[in-house]
């Protein structure tokens, strides 16, 4: 049986995952042990982490409650990290995959919970050497995380397109916007939670496939977006790592703001039809990003993602005014509006160098504030 740790709704916080790279070719580099040896000898009080393979490291905010708290603290935690990293002539970098590193060349980390998934993952524990942001948001009961996690199902075609940064995968150009979701498919237990319509029905599902023995805890479902019990919140994973903490934070606030209008409205209701082109969005998300197209199966309505997440900010302005999010969205709009992701702005930076050494150089100076 889970127990739901009841938090304060719209409480939020973020993880990001950020890559390792040499400032010599900028390819990744096995440096995340060395990296929090110098980190851990200033007391930060920070949540500053290894992650699966030793070229990547997890920062995570703190919880918040105002967006521009939440900058503040990345700010400070990258002043940190730059410092750590400059020391060891290392880089970090934003984006959801690397663009020219081989996953035969990754090391797992050495912890307990990380080579037990290499053990039953193989080869698909390297190739999970890519890098997202986290988004959590509060919720009060378990039965109000399950609504909000149906509901926001039908937005996560915008955080996708929003957080786009893995155009570059293997040294070649994926022709997606975000590859960094493709590697996650592989795994069995991907994609959307099933249609529970409230905890308890969450708790049942969870004991079967326990006593099934397919699941351990929550950590073994790899779903887009899920309830997190431990920590009170509803978690949405399927945003690439954006190239600046900036970005990262209106992510948050957007998530923020669409879950207060779902809590304010509480007559709508989630309906299981939602599923029925949720691939089919996501996939146009990864694919296309703004360009891509969005089918609402309720009323069976075709629009572009553009326009879709335009409308949407249309429909929250009332509530960011409330929230204090405006200046978030509004960061937000104007990216959507000029019609470039990160992803777009990768592939500029590689037409004009030619090189995608050049490529995570720029987009390391980016995260790392340069």
């Known amino acids: 049986m889970l127990e739901f740790n009841n938090s304060t709704p719209l409480t939020m916080g973020v993880e990001l995952e950020l890559q390792i790279v040499n400032r010599r070719d900028y390819n990744l580099t096995r440096g995340s042990s060395d990296l929090l040896v110098i980190i851990d000898k ?10 699966i393979t030793e070229s990547m490291i997890e920062i995570a905010t703190s919880v918040h409650t105002d967006h521009k708290e939440m900058l503040a603290e990345l700010t400070a935690m990258r002043t940190l990290l730059v410092s750590a990293a400059d020391k060891l002539n290392l880089g970090l970098a934003g984006g959801g995959a690397h ?39 509060g919720c009060a009961t378990g039965d109000e995380a399950i609504r909000l996690a149906h509901m926001l199902a039908r937005y996560i075609p915008h955080f996708i397109t929003l957080s786009a940064s893995s155009p570059f995968y293997q040294g070649v150009d994926t022709t997606f916007q975000s590859s960094r979701l493709t590697s996650i498919n592989a795994f069995p237990l991907s994609g959307y939670m099933p249609f529970v319509t409230d905890w308890d029905a969450f708790n049942a599902y969870f004991d079967k496939m326990s006593s099934l023995g397919i699941v351990a805890s929550m950590k073994d479902f790899y779903w887009d977006i899920r309830p997190k019990p ?62 891509g197209t969005i089918i609402n199966p309720i009323n069976g309505t075709q629009t572009s993602i553009k326009e879709d997440i335009l409308q949407t900010f249309d429909m929250l302005a009332d509530i960011a005014q409330e929230l204090g999010t405006t200046e978030a969205i509004e960061l937000l709009r104007q990216r959507i509006q000029a019609g470039q992701s990160d992803a777009d702005w990768l592939r500029a930076c590689y037409e004009k160098s030619g090189s995608l050494s050049d490529v995570v150089r720029q987009q390391s100076a980016v995260w790392m504030a340069r």
């Open 42 to 51: 200033t007391d930060h009080g920070y949540d500053i982490k290894p992650e």
């Open 99 to 137: 663009p020219f590193q081989h996953w035969e060349d990754q090391r797992i980390y050495p912890t307990d919970r990380y080579r037990l998934v290499s053990e039953l993952y193989g080869y698909l524990a390297k190739q999970f050497t890519v890098y997202g942001q986290h988004i959590h948001i």
């Open 230 to 291: 431990e920590y009170g919140t509803v978690e949405i994973r399927v945003c690439d790592t954006p190239l600046s903490i900036e970005v990262a934070v209106a992510l948050a606030g957007y998530a923020q703001t669409l879950s207060k209008f779902f809590f304010a409205q509480q007559e709508l209701k989630p309906a299981q039809d939602t599923y029925l082109t949720y691939s089919y969005n996501r996939f146009q998300a990864c694919r296309f990003g703004m360009n």
